[in-house]
């Protein structure tokens, strides 16, 4: 499992300096973007090579609130591998406790016009390599 840190900042939140719902989407965001950019394959070299990901569906669970200053762990999962996709569970925590769980499905598309495409066999062995393993 990836994950990174991410501090919360008085920009992220409203006026009652919890973090605004739709912050949530970036910071997951920037999880599965280094989540790709620590096997070498950021978002800029994949679009050099011609293709993209790009969200296809999201479901958020917003469990309990994040506040201006704490520090956040995201994480990224890969919990499926198909030909042109990939799904990913994340979550959002601090310290220990979990805040947000999330299911992001992703598509894989030509950059050049946007149609879906299946995943390169390079690249698609690499995430392969990061799916996570059964449940015990």
């Known amino acids: 499992m990836f994950s990174i840190p991410i501090r919360v900042?008085?920009?992220?939140?409203?006026?009652?300096?919890?973090?605004?719902?739709?912050?949530?989407v970036a910071f997951l965001e920037r999880a599965r973007s280094d989540a790709l950019r620590?096997?070498?394959?950021?978002?800029?070299?994949?679009?050099?090579a011609g293709?993209?990901?790009?969200?296809?569906?999201?479901?958020?669970?917003?469990?309990?609130?994040a506040r201006l200053d704490d520090l956040?762990?995201?994480?990224?999962?890969?919990?499926?591998?198909?030909?042109?996709?990939v799904v990913f569970a994340q979550r959002i925590l601090r310290g220990e406790e979990l805040l947000l769980a999330a299911e992001v499905k992703v598509a894989s598309l030509r950059a050049?016009?946007?149609?879906?495409?299946?995943?390169?066999?390079?690249?698609?062995?690499?995430?392969?390599?990061?799916?996570a393993g059964p449940t015990p």
Do not use: K, N
């Open 72 to 85: 956040l762990e995201v994480t990224a999962e890969i919990t499926h591998l198909g030909r042109a996709s």
């Open 9 to 24: 900042y008085w920009e992220d939140t409203d006026a009652g300096g919890v973090v605004y719902h739709a912050r949530y």
């Open 51 to 65: 293709q993209v990901f790009a969200v296809h569906s999201m479901r958020l669970d917003f469990l309990r609130p």
């Open 38 to 48: 620590a096997i070498g394959q950021g978002q800029r070299s994949l679009q050099q």
């Open 112 to 131: 050049a016009d946007f149609r879906p495409c299946p995943i390169e066999g390079g690249l698609h062995r690499e995430l392969a390599a990061l799916q």
